[in-house]
């Protein structure tokens, strides 16, 4: 608390609701109105309707009403953190999806627009995975960062955990030692890296007293004064204090303004000093505290001010720690002294600079892991990046800045989060995977059965199809059909290896099968009509008359159609009973040889008004690749002969192979990757940038760089293309500047 200066604010403390939803509603604006002069009422009384409409009769654990709960956590936010109306207005509207069938995050979304509707979806999600019992704490941390797209999605669950662990001893035994533990694990590191202090020490209390009551009503006994008295105690300490710097000549002189601050150890930080330090509570003497901050450049000053103190007070000589002239491994500076006030009531003292203060803040992750142990060091939460944008929200709160709306929606779009998701069965299992992952991904890496007879999927309990994509937090729960199996144009969408891997060894074996049942057929006929010794000849023929380039595609088409069987039974009938001659123009007396000499033309001839052509995505093939062509269904898939996926498929799609020409396609562009492995930095996109400059024929869509060990970096474009020609002006240009560059091509799996 502050000491000195002392600003008389007086500010209304939050209502107690349940009166009534009108006479709530306005208590909770009367309050928003002493922290803000800008409330948007009509939208705050949107979303209050919204949430007491989803919540009429329905009561908490405690008794109260539970449109209360919400109101309780727009009003911590607006007393603790910010006042912010979309901020609000979220809060209010957080418990609102989920509760029933009448309103969805959709309509959310068409009230109350996208931002609104991403952070109560995304605080939804988070609320939800809390519930689940995850057995790495870790997967936690990652997974509500990953949903962190927008700060305030954090604000709003640091507010609902605290509301939340004050009514926790009305949960079962079992839930609240979970609930204390997440806390502990996960809420308490959060604000305290946002620099919410008083927050954090009273998450940490609420929890300790679940986890470890013995420990904690052992340390309450031993207390001497209540957090009240303390409070008031050191008001009365500081006061002979603060006349003395107010008339000490050094500031008076220099005009040096100090600021003087009081805190008293919570009970659970009580509990780490009686580890650390290996005494009893009786023996601490930094249980209550000030703190004095001088702004001055001049640091002896500080040890000026001490020897001020210790003749107003009498000090304890072993407490004296000097950290400026011996300052802590992590930089942290200050003069720390312990003396006895009345009634023999030890007290710290701490005087430092403003720039040794905000060196000692701007360290609090260091600190904090070696005064807690909380947080691992590998921990996600101690990520860099992380660390340093949470640490420029929490300098715009500290300051009362207003936080300017791109800082609020700027998500941790670091390399963490970027190449993975995580998603969670219907029994809480955590499966990592890919970033685009689909639903028929999330089956495959299940089990290649569930994979290939998977229908479709339950997401978050909404009925999806097999490539709707997953993100972080959805409970997939797989739909199979036993009479399902894999199709083709699968591999064109899945992303995983796995899952493409499954879907070819299915076809692989399928097509060996096939092959086998139809060497089989065509032996047994011949065998049949006794011309199993004239087996090439016929076969020649059958290859001839229904356009089979080989006989390894005639088997496979015969071994899995019964139409081509019929033909093929009739057609070495008839040449039986013809002495094996036989000439087009018998064909027109044949109707059922000629229907199928007929489908097997139509089969293999592309018309471009009548199917789809599709360039296939994990190649990117352009105008002017050499290419191969498959149907499926009313689709043509186009690929690169070199495509390293088509080499397995080969024997898939040879009954599907169909005759393609460029000039079939009349679209103006195509999509191409090209990747770059290098050993400079930004020669690349400079270089890149100078070969296209100009050009019409070619543009770039994205680029990105990867270091992938020191001075090794990968760069991937992605570009649109008239044609090929531009790729071999690319490769030449750039190979013969630098011969340690290899360019190839490659699909869009690899550009994200």
């Known amino acids: 608390m502050l000491l000195y200066p002392v600003k008389e604010i007086k500010k209304l403390k939050p209502p107690k609701y349940g009166v009534g939803e009108a006479a709530d509603f306005q208590a909770f ?20 309707e919204f949430n007491v ?30 006042y912010n109306d979309e901020l609000i207005a979220s809060a209010l509207l957080h418990d609102v999806i989920g509760k029933n069938e009448m309103f969805d995050i959709n309509d959310i979304e068409s009230e109350f627009g996208e931002i609104i509707a991403q952070i109560v979806d995304n605080v939804h999600r988070i609320t939800s995975l809390e519930r689940r019992n995850l057995n790495d704490i870790e997967y936690f941390r990652r997974l509500i960062l990953a949903l962190t797209t927008d700060v305030r999605i954090i604000f709003i669950k640091i507010a609902d955990r605290f509301i939340d662990m004050k009514t926790i001893s009305y949960l079962r035994g079992e839930t609240q030692q979970k609930f204390a533990e997440d806390t502990f694990q996960v809420y308490v590191p959060l604000a305290h890296r946002f620099g919410f202090y008083a927050i954090k020490s009273e998450l940490e209390d609420m929890a300790f007293r679940v986890l470890d009551k013995s420990n904690y009503d052992r340390i309450v006994r031993k207390l001497k004064m209540t957090k009240r008295e303390c409070d008031e105690y050191l008001r009365k300490f500081s006061a002979p204090i603060i006349q003395m710097l107010q008339n000490l000549p050094v500031l008076k002189d220099n005009n040096i303004y100090f600021e003087v601050h009081g805190r008293v150890k919570h009970i659970y930080s009580i509990y780490n000093k009686t580890l650390l330090r290996g ?42 720690k000097d950290y400026i002239r011996n300052p802590k491994p992590n930089g942290y500076k200050s003069i720390h002294c312990a003396f006895i006030g009345k009634d023999e009531q030890k007290v710290e003292v701490q005087v430092r600079t403003l720039n040794m203060h905000l060196i000692a803040e701007r360290g609090i992750a260091a600190h904090y892991r070696y005064k807690s142990g909380l947080v691992s060091v590998d921990s996600v939460f101690d990520d860099q990046q992380i660390e340093q944008w949470i640490q420029e929200i929490r300098r715009m709160l500290a300051n009362k800045e207003e936080v300017p709306v791109e800082k609020l929606l700027e998500s941790f779009k670091y390399d963490i989060f970027s190449n993975e998701i995580y998603v969670f069965t219907p029994t809480h299992e955590i499966k990592i995977l890919p970033k685009n992952a689909t639903v028929l991904d999330f089956a495959y890496y299940i089990h290649t059965d569930v994979g290939n007879r998977c229908a479709g999927a339950k997401v978050n309990g909404r009925t999806s199809n097999l490539f709707t994509q997953l993100q972080n937090g959805d409970v997939v729960e797989i739909i ?43 032996e047994k006929l011949l065998d049949e009509v006794d011309l199993l010794s004239n087996k090439v000849k016929l076969l020649n023929l059958c290859l001839k008359f229904f356009n089979f380039s080989n006989s390894r595609e005639f088997y496979i088409e015969l071994g899995k159609s019964v139409e081509l069987r019929n033909a093929v039974d009739f057609f070495i009938h ?179």
């Open 279 to 320: 005494k009893p509570v009786d023996e601490l003497y930094d249980i209550i505290g000030i703190r004095i901050i001088l702004d001055t450049e001049d640091e002896s000053i500080c040890e000026k001010v001490m020897n001020e103190i210790k003749n107003i007070y009498k000090y304890i000589p072993e407490t004296y």
């Open 53 to 82: 409409e989803v919540n009429r009769n329905l009561f908490r654990k405690s008794g109260e009403q539970f449109y209360t709960h919400p109101l309780e956590v727009a009003s911590f936010l607006v007393e603790n953190i910010m």
């Open 29 to 48: 604006i009367e309050f928003c109105k002493q922290f803000s002069s800008n409330v948007n009422i009509s939208l705050l009384h949107k979303a209050y």
């Open 574 to 752: 008839f040449l039986k009973e013809n002495d094996l001659k036989i000439d087009e123009k018998m064909l027109n007396n044949y109707p059922i040889l000629k229907k199928v000499v007929e489908i097997s033309e139509k089969r293999r001839n592309l018309d471009p008004n009548v199917h789809k052509i599709e360039m296939a995505d994990c190649c990117l093939p352009v105008r002017g690749d050499s290419v191969v062509a498959y149907l499926s269904d009313n689709t043509v898939i186009v690929h690169r002969v070199d495509c390293k996926w088509m080499k397995y498929q080969v024997a898939g799609f040879a009954m599907r192979k169909i005759e393609f020409r460029w000039d079939y396609v009349n679209q103006p562009d195509f999509d191409i990757g090209l990747k770059f492995s290098a050993s400079n930095n930004q020669f690349i996109l400079d270089l890149m940038t100078q070969v296209l400059q100009g050009r019409d024929d070619c543009m770039i869509v994205s680029a990105s760089k990867q270091e992938t060990t020191p001075n090794n970096y990968f760069w991937r474009f992605y570009l649109k293309v008239r044609d090929n020609t531009i790729v071999d002006i690319i490769k030449k240009k750039i190979e013969n500047s630098y011969l340690d560059v290899k360019v190839e091509r490659v699909g869009k799996e690899q550009l994200s």
């Open 480 to 522: 199979t059909a036993s009479n399902l199996e894999p199709e083709l144009t699968w591999l064109n969408k899945v992303v995983t290896s796995k899952a493409k891997n499954a879907i070819l060894k299915y076809f692989t074996q399928k097509i060996r099968k096939q092959y086998r049942e139809g060497n089989k057929f065509f």
